[in-house]
Each structure stands twice: as C-alpha cells, then as structure tokens.
C-alpha cells in the first residue's frame, strides 16, 4: 500500500525536506535574525568572488585569436563553467540564497506550515543580506585593481546589456522571460538535491554546476546576482541607479515565477496526496457499509 502511494506521489521526500528547511529559517528570521543575515550575506559574497572570475575568463579569451578565429565563444564556455560552483559554495556552506527561498517560501504556503508574512520576512531579509554580502565585496574590489582591464570591460558590457532591456516593453519582456529561466534551472538542481533519490556529493555537485552553467551561458538573468554585479560596476565604474533598481525588480518577479511556482507550486501541487486519500476512504466506507445495507 505505502509502496503503491510513493509511485504516484514520488516526491513527498522533497516535499518534506524543503518543509524542514522551511522550519529552520522561520525559527532564524525570528530569534536569530542577525545570524541570518551573517549566511545571506555570505552567499552574496560567494556570488560577487565567482561573477567576477567569470568575467575574468571571459575578458582573457575575448581578446585572444588562433589564425583569424576569436576564442571569445571558448571564453564564455569555461567562464560560465567557472561560475558553476558558486551554488555548490552556497549549499555547502549553508548559506542563504534568495532564489531557492522563492521555492521554499511557497512550498510552506502551499501546506499551510508559514504564513505568507513570515515567508516575506524570509525573503525581505535574505535579499538584504545577499545586497550587504555582495556589496562588501564591492567595496573591496573599489580598492584593488581586480575589476580594472578586461574583466571590467566585459563586467561593464554586461551592465549595458542587462539595463539595455529596460528600452523597450519587448526588451522586458525578454528580461522577464530570462529571469523565469533563470530561477528555473536554479531550483531544479536543488529539486533533484532535495528529492532524497541522489545521495552522492559529486552528483549533487555536477547537478549545481550544470543548472548554473546553463543560466551563465545564455545569459539568464538572477536577481541576487545582478544586485552583487551592479554594486561592484556602480562602485568601481559608475552606473545608472534607478534602471539598475528597475533591472532587479523585473528579476525579482521572473525569478519567482521560474522557482517559486514552475517549481515550488508545481510540485507541491504535485505531490499533495490529501483528497487521493479522502477518496480513497470514502471509498473504502462506501464499500464497507455496502453489504450490511443490502436487504
């Protein structure tokens, strides 16, 4: 009988873990908010070492040729391969990530274990700390020449083009869309992370790697790191303050509806057995009291 339920809903394991983690960060958010933020902000200063080793690799090969063929493509290959491990850094450790919050948050409004209050205050203080994560790491970058050359140069080009989406209502619809992908294949990796059917590390690893190569290689758009790469373009190169708000705040809104509901709510809905089991005894009294009724 439990064999024949966990085949038609799989994913109750998942579902279980994310209300765990959900648990976890109310509890934070409220005693402890301090210590919450200190993760948040770690992750942001995760984000803002890895995005600019990314536009490192990238500035390296832009500028590189074998006969008369640019490495420019190579360049964003490896750059965004490079990026990778900036979630595995994040999950492992235990640092605190606005974009798989989304999927958490609505998981535990789904099943009724949050309010949506308390899933906002989770939300409103992780971004917080991944803005003061990333921003610290701006600050320094202000004071070395790391983003100065090539890695700022194609760190600026980046800007450009993410603001450039602000021009037009076509332009955000692109940048809406991007940023649905985006968080998309962020939460999917930590779907199949939280399913509870990969149990090795260098899986888990492979699977982060992967979703966030493909977000760097065709340049989705992530709210937390386009917040860390704005403040480090703004304080090392200047840059447009309120399209830059704009930019996130349409990031936002993709990435909560590429994890929180192509993800969050999908599965939830997915894998909620309540009314299979309320048919599935009402059915059961019905053939039970079925023969003593008969005259």
């Known amino acids: 009988m439990a064999d024949s339920q966990n085949a038609l809903f799989p994913g109750k394991q998942f579902i279980s873990t994310v209300l765990e983690a959900l648990e976890t960060k109310t509890q934070m958010t409220g005693s402890i908010a301090h210590r919450y933020l200190m993760r948040a902000a770690m992750a942001g200063m995760i984000v803002a070492v890895f995005y600019i080793v990314n536009y490192a690799i990238i500035g390296i090969f832009d500028g590189l040729t074998v006969g008369e063929t640019s490495m420019a ?3 964003r290959v490896l750059g965004a391969l490079c990026f990778g491990p900036a979630l595995v850094f994040i999950y492992y450790t235990r640092s605190e990530l606005l974009t798989s919050n989304m999927m958490v948050v609505v998981v535990g409004a789904y099943y009724r274990r949050s309010s949506w209050w308390r899933g906002l205050r989770v939300l409103g203080l992780c971004l917080f700390g991944n803005f003061l994560g990333g921003l610290v790491f701006a600050i320094l970058y202000r004071f070395s020449s790391l983003v100065q050359g090539p890695t700022g140069e194609m760190a600026v080009h980046s800007v450009e083009v993410k603001l450039g989406y602000l021009s037009s209502a076509s332009g955000v619809g692109d940048l809406f869309v991007r940023a649905i992908l985006c968080n998309f294949m962020i939460n999917l990796a930590m779907l199949l992370i939280y399913n509870g059917y990969i149990h090795e590390d260098w899986s888990k690893i492979f699977s982060m790697i992967v979703a966030v ?17 704005f403040s480090v373009v703004g304080l090392t190169h200047g840059i447009d303050v309120p399209l830059a708000l704009a930019n996130v705040g349409v990031a936002l809104l993709g990435n909560f509806v590429g994890g929180g509901l192509l993800i969050g709510a999908y599965y939830a809905y997915a894998n909620d057995d309540t009314r299979f089991l309320r048919r ?10 079925g023969p003593a009724d008969r005259p």
């Open 73 to 75: 493509g190579l360049g």
């Open 280 to 289: 599935k005894e009402m059915k059961g009294a019905a053939q039970a009291s």
């Open 213 to 229: 190569f493909v977000f760097a290689f065709l340049g989705l758009e992530h709210s937390v790191a386009n917040t860390v790469l």
